[in-house]
């Protein structure tokens, strides 16, 4: 009888246990910052991209992911993202460099480039209240392209603010919106934004 | 001696192999229902009840927005249950760009549409259940696949100069159960 005790005091143990570090450790690979774009597409060494977010394709584990580190993404019928998370030299982007992003225009009803702090998945407090640039308000070149200064100290060109303290990692995120077909028909090999390191 | 610990030590490892890949399974699948919920409760106590709009109306970054939000898109939402029946939502579409989406529990944005998309500058959507009468109601039907979901209106703004245009778009949006005719 205390044998049969024994066993299932030490099978109820191992269940504890298991469930405890399956519970916390699947958690932890959900909400990890360095994780979260696995599962993306490397398009060009900068940008990644993915066609799964909001579908109803994507996998249990692209699912979570986006659920919880950017929920209610638009799926690929309507809105496709790209995310850039290096430079165009494979370095991770840090807060304290300063970096060049100069694009084409971009054949799409709308697109926005946000900068978000890696670690928070948030926006990045400044003196601007400013996060993002759009296809709309974006000073344009000539050609119709565009540059965009990421910097932690004001820029005089269009300036998207990152900060100085703490050296932070940070993301850039390519909304593009309602695409045309030539553009869709692409994806996502689209020309991308440049993204180079200017000054560290 | 050494066979039965043998036994036991293989029975403990495919016993913990296995809650471990349950538990697993599990925290991967609820995550979504989790988060959606988490963020339906937010709208709720912003609306006041479920299938009611609640608007943002700020321009720009906000502390309190959900991770990797889209500062220039100004969105208004609803929190659904359609366990009594069919949701209306109607109003007018933004001119520089509009879309409405639909998100079931699991997450998955089940049905979007934009303004181009849509024959007029006014629109009408009954939100009902696969099953639901929905005959005796206006509007065109999308049938979602969880009785309880998310709405987004997403109107997207240049700049801060767009909120006045942004507001009184929003205030023409209505969410709400639809009434039976004749009642």
New interface residues.
């Given amino acids: 009888m205390l044998r049969y005790l024994i ?1 299932a005091i ?2 109820a143990a ?2 504890a ?3 405890f ?3 916390t ?3 932890n690979n ?1 909400t990890d910052p360095g994780s979260v774009f696995d599962t993306f597409e490397d398009v060009d060494g900068t940008w990644l991209y993915s066609d799964k977010i ?3 394709a ?1 996998t ?2 692209e ?2 992911r ?10 690929s ?2 809105a496709v993202y790209f995310i850039a998370v290096q430079d165009s030299d494979g370095e991770p982007l840090r807060s304290q460099c300063t970096y060049r992003v100069e694009g084409p225009p971009i054949d799409t ?2 697109w ?1 480039l ?1 900068l ?1 702090d890696r670690i928070t ?3 990045v407090p400044n003196s601007q ?4 640039w ?1 296809s ?2 974006i000073p344009r070149t000539d050609t119709g392209g565009w540059v965009i200064t990421v910097a932690p100290t004001p820029q005089e060109t269009a300036w998207l603010p990152s900060q100085q303290s703490p050296d932070q990692p940070f993301d850039l ?1 390519l ?1 593009v ?2 695409p045309s077909a030539t553009t869709r028909n692409t994806l996502p090999n689209i020309d991308l934004p440049t993204v180079e390191r200017v000054s560290c | 001696m050494l066979k039965q610990v043998l036994f036991y030590a293989v029975g403990a490892l495919v016993l913990s192999a296995a809650t471990f890949f349950i538990t697993r399974n599990v925290v991967i699948q609820q995550a979504p229902i989790k988060v959606m919920s988490t963020i339906e409760n937010r709208i709720v106590a912003g609306a006041g009840d479920w299938n009611t709009c609640f608007h943002n109306q700020t321009y720009g970054p906000r502390k309190n927005a959900a991770r990797r939000a889209n500062p220039d898109s100004i969105i208004s939402s609803m929190a659904y249950d359609l366990s009594n029946g069919p949701v209306r939502i109607a109003g007018e579409t933004w001119p520089r760009y509009w879309s409405i989406s639909f998100y079931q529990q699991n997450s998955d944005n089940y049905f979007v549409t934009n303004d181009l998309e849509l024959e007029r500058s006014s629109f009408e959507f009954v939100l009902a259940l696969d099953g639901q009468d929905i005959s005796a109601f206006e509007g065109v039907p999308i049938i979602s696949p969880t009785p309880k979901g998310i709405m987004l209106v997403r109107r997207f703004a240049a700049n801060a100069s767009d909120m006045d245009g942004i507001i009184a778009n929003q205030q023409a949006l209505t969410c709400a159960p639809v009434d039976p005719v004749g009642t």
């Fill in positions: 066993i030490g099978a191992v269940i246990a298991s469930f570090a399956g519970r450790m699947t958690a959900l909001g579908a109803s994507a249990r584990i699912r979570a986006t659920a919880i580190n950017g929920p209610l993404g638009l799926s019928k309507e009803r709308w926005s946000t978000y998945q948030h926006y209240n400013r996060s993002s759009n709309v308000s995120m909304r919106y309602n």
